[in-house]
């Protein structure tokens, strides 16, 4: 769902951008690729797929899950490890 919002304002966005003024100043080489919204969308779903295999969401919440954890807060698996061992040690 969040890709197709993104796809859908990249699209408009890039549309803009290709028909800009800045875009025509600039050399062959850069201004054909640029003038092209859907070679651009093109290539940042390929980045997309290549660099965040797990979707866009999917990067998000991991990165969130991990932030969580350098925080202290454990999962309910490591909880009962660490009880285990803690149960272990004192007999």
Known sequence: ???GVLYTLLDQRLGVLAASSHIATLPSALRIPLSQPMFLLGALF???VLFLPGGIS???ARLAGGRRRELGA???RHR???AELSAAEAE
């Open 80 to 82: 009962a490890l660490l």
């Open 74 to 76: 454990e999962s309910p």
């Open 1 to 3: 769902m969040l890709g």
């Open 58 to 60: 999917g990067s998000i």
């Open 46 to 48: 390929v980045l997309v």
